[in-house]
């Protein structure tokens, strides 16, 4: 809980649509795509955008952009502007680089020397600077301070080899990647098809799902293909009508077009260097009902739970949490210890999320604001408390504190994840190194600065033994089913952890 009062960002969320079929569609192109970004809201408030195409030799791109949140930033006069589209792509935003203000709202549409494309990313550049010289020296000028705009820059540039009046946009994409590895899931709209592309460590999700008819979401089986979606998340499929199909690997070029899905190339990574995957998907950022990497975000989170209550076990009554992305943890924590579990707050859902207020003084008036206390759950008793971070340490002081006047005789901390210590520059929000209260002296007694009787953090082994026990049994399951032996090398962004980041920081 304490991410989202802390000013941890959730990245950004990418959503694409192809009719399948024939064209005009009647499938409500404009409609879906707005859907999917509903289901991708938590990873972004900001802004949004969608741009949809007639898919022809000469598109129409038709576009609109909002500040605020999906529902504000597409009234229905906007979606009656793009229903015409045979397939679209769009973003939802939460800024690491870049004003909030909505010329850096996605997607970007520029024009090529072969026609016009659309692009959506969502990850951090950690090269950023180095290219924006190398892009304003080809004599491009550029309108904002998005990397994403820098990225559709790049794509404009003719690479080397390619034939002047035949676009070869594997190699294209394949030039972008070779200057720069990490970090980014981009969807690339041209004419009839979207390019969909992870970077060679796969820092950031991407998804395919097949759209079906409605009476046919929940059989097996063949059925009827009314089109294709890519996402930065599973979790958007199931309101939309779509089943998910796979993810899109790390360096993999995808393209969809109205025949289906196929694999153009994977860009593979320096040798001997891992995928790194960014943890945090898993303790926070992603949807509990999101699928990464074969297994449910809701399952990891209950296993670092039970990872917690093995490292950290404690001596009191009821287990509980702060609503509520950590109730997965403190779910697995009370089944492994054997410990009841009940609810000690209640969250007020009409309370606007506090880490847009200021200053501290209004981020605790806001946290004291949200919940509502359970009295009778917990009075006279021994309470753990899980949550899924202590990143300021702003937040969780005036939970216990009122815990404590309602009745709790004590109130211990376990968090579902280690310490962060480090700011990450590969596409999350993570406040200063200065800030964060595992770099501060008062992190020596972190339980006597917050209140508490006692603290302890699962450890990072723990948290990546936790995500990849998983990730063996989902590996295992496809190579029975495939009847083959592979193994896909496995790998974990810890970087805001152990200060190891997967690539060398450029500035």
């Not at 709209?189 to 592309?197: L, S």
Request: net charge neutral; aromatic share 8%; proline share 6%.
């Amino acid at each position: 809980m304490e991410f989202e009062e802390s000013g941890i960002g959730e990245e950004c969320g990418v959503f694409g649509c192809v009719a399948a079929g024939v064209w005009p569609t009647e499938l409500d192109v404009a409609q879906v795509l707005t859907l999917g970004l509903v289901a991708l809201q938590h990873r972004g408030q900001e802004s949004a955008g969608i741009v949809t195409s007639n898919g022809s030799s000469l598109p129409t791109y038709t576009s609109h952009k909002g500040m605020g949140l999906v529902s504000a930033a597409f009234p229905p006069e906007a979606l009656l502007k793009l229903r015409y589209g045979n397939l679209g792509i769009c973003h939802t935003r939460y800024s690491t680089t870049g004003f909030s203000e909505l010329q850096n709202c996605q997607p970007f549409v520029v024009d090529t020397l072969h026609g016009r494309i659309a692009v959506a990313h969502n990850g951090e550049l950690i090269n950023a600077r180095a290219l924006r010289k190398k892009v304003m020296r080809h004599g491009v000028g550029l309108s904002t301070s998005s990397d994403s705009e820098l990225i559709t820059q790049l794509l404009a540039l003719t690479p080397p080899m390619e034939e002047l009046d035949t676009p070869d946009w594997v190699a294209r994409i394949k030039n972008l990647m070779s200057e720069t590895p990490t970090s980014y899931s981009l969807l690339i709209m041209f004419k009839d098809v979207i390019y969909a592309v992870r970077d060679p460590y796969g820092n950031r999700p991407l998804c395919i799902g097949k759209l079906v008819p409605v009476s046919r979401l929940h059989s097996s089986g063949e059925e009827d293909t009314e089109g294709w979606v890519v996402s930065s998340e599973s979790c958007s499929f199931q309101s939309i009508g779509a089943k998910y199909y796979r993810e899109v690997l790390p360096g993999e070029i995808v393209q969809l077009s109205r025949h289906g899905v196929k694999s153009l190339s994977v860009v593979p990574r320096p040798e001997g260097d891992l995928p790194a995957f960014c943890i945090f998907e898993y303790v926070y950022f992603a949807r509990p009902d999101s699928i990464f990497e074969g297994q449910m975000v809701y399952t990891v989170r209950q296993r670092c739970g039970r990872q917690l209550a093995i490292e950290a076990p404690t001596d009191v009554d009821v287990v509980s949490t702060v609503p509520e992305s950590a109730t997965p943890a403190a779910l697995g924590y009370a089944q492994q210890s054997g410990l009841p579990y009940t609810e000690v707050l209640c969250k007020n859902r009409y309370v606007g999320r506090t880490f847009i207020q200021p200053n501290t003084r209004l981020r605790q008036l806001g946290v004291a604001k949200k919940f509502g206390v359970l009295t009778d759950n917990f009075a006279g008793k021994r309470v753990v408390l899980i949550d899924d971070s202590i990143v300021r340490g702003n937040t969780i002081s005036p939970i216990i504190k009122l815990l404590r006047e309602s009745g709790a005789t004590e109130v211990h901390i376990r968090v579902a994840s280690p310490p962060i210590k480090f700011p990450c520059y590969m596409g999350i929000n993570i406040p200063t190194k200065e800030e964060l209260i595992a770099n501060k002296t008062e992190f020596k007694n972190i339980a006597s600065y917050i209140g508490a009787d006692s603290v302890e953090y699962l450890t990072v082994e723990g948290l990546i033994s936790a995500v990849q026990e998983g990730i063996a049994s989902f590996q295992e399951k496809e190579n029975i089913s495939r009847g083959n032996n592979s193994h896909r090398r496995v790998g974990h962004c810890t970087a805001c952890l152990t200060g190891k980041y997967p690539v060398e920081l450029e500035w």
